[in-house]
């Protein structure tokens, strides 16, 4: 029997008009990850935040902002990678969402040399365990960073969108160097800002100098003294062109998870949600969606399920990506009960066709 994998959308069920719903799918695929690089890592497809985490978000949802240079629009900084996880689950539960992150009470002791001090840090870090199938925000790993930063590995640029860092990114260039407001250069060509410069980027990763072996979806070391944070900042001096410039998409960079700084940030990503679409399976309306006479959007509107309809699917159609969502189109039969989005009655066993991402 046949059986498609279908990546729904997300409904971000946002509680105030204060946080960003703008979220960029980045679809699958595969890329080389560092240009020396000579095998392709894949990554499953995600949700990324368009600008990084400001500091307006930040107090709403933690009460207070420790940053350096007031302003709501300026990304959020001196922020530790352990803060950073304290955020993500609390905007996830203040969403209704469920948390990613679990911290173990147990502690791990890390010690993280400083080469150019030649001294060492000694501290100590809660154990943390990431549910990668959970709905709500995380941090990126840094393959799915640098992926995004790529534009989905579609581009070649020495910084993210561009070639010219004067395009793209705030860094330091001499003149009034400081943090500025997000989104006030270019994004790359995926609409993604910033992520080269104006804030260093946490990420999920333990740091290791040699890349995992893992070439799907890998997430880092399994233990380690530093974590992973990308694409330079406003502090980052860039003399050239090239790729182990600090504000390039390749340079990669580590600190110890509970060093602050002002030129350290984050921005948050949500994985998607996969369904099953399956003939003769029973499946809900997610959103008000139409139910047509063939598989295409151009087809007559039979009728406009309400959300939470229940449809029987009764044959696989044609794949196609609609709104950044892949997924097939379905034909279902409509069952029992079903109104339609003015609450009018839809008479059970209609049958047509519908977009099966909208289905879960």
């Not at 790993?141 to 995004?148: D, P, V």
């Not at 182990?244 to 060093?259: F, G, H, L, Q």
Request: charged letters at 25%.
């Amino acid at each position: 029997m046949k059986k498609i994998i279908s990546l729904t959308s997300f409904i971000f069920t946002l509680s105030s008009f204060l946080f960003c719903t703008d979220f960029i799918f980045v679809k699958s695929g595969k890329f080389l990850m560092q240009e020396n690089s000579k095998q392709e890592i894949f990554i499953d497809s995600f949700y990324i935040c368009n600008h990084e985490v400001t500091q307006k978000e930040w107090k709403y949802v933690m009460g207070n902002n420790p940053s350096y240079e007031l302003s709501d629009l300026y990304p959020v900084n001196m922020i530790s990678w352990i803060d950073a996880i304290i955020y993500c689950n609390k905007r996830s539960i203040l969403e209704g969402l469920e948390p990613c992150y679990r911290i173990i009470d147990s502690k791990i002791e890390l010690e993280y040399e400083i080469p150019w001090e030649d001294a060492f840090v000694h501290t100590d870090l809660n154990e943390i365990i990431c549910d990668w199938k959970a709905n709500g925000y995380r941090l990126p790993t840094e393959a799915e960073w640098e992926y995004a930063a790529k534009s989905g590995g579609k581009e070649n640029f020495y910084f993210s969108g561009s070639n010219n860092i004067d395009d793209v990114s705030w860094y330091y260039n001499y003149i009034g160097a400081t943090i500025h407001a997000v989104m006030t250069k270019q994004p790359n060509s995926l609409g993604i800002y910033d992520m080269s410069g104006n804030v260093s980027e946490w990420c999920w990763d333990w740091y290791k100098e040699i890349l995992s072996d893992n070439l799907m979806n890998p997430k880092g070391p399994v233990a380690g003294t530093a974590k992973i944070h990308r694409g330079g900042s406003w502090t980052s001096e860039v003399w050239e062109k090239s790729f182990d410039e600090d504000c390039s998409v390749s340079k990669r960079a580590a600190w110890i998870p509970t060093m602050k700084d002002n030129n350290l940030g984050f921005r948050v990503v949500r994985s998607t949600i996969k369904s099953v679409l399956d003939i003769n399976t029973q499946l809900f309306v997610s959103e008000n969606l139409k139910l047509r006479s063939g598989e295409a959007t151009s087809t007559q509107v039979l009728a406009v399920m309400s959300a939470g309809t229940k449809v029987k699917i009764l044959e696989l159609g044609k794949a196609e990506t609609i709104d950044g969502i892949s997924s097939n189109w379905v034909k279902v039969e409509v069952q029992k009960g079903a109104k339609d989005r003015d609450g009018n009655p839809i008479k059970a066993g209609t049958v047509g066709w519908c977009y099966g991402g909208y289905l879960k």
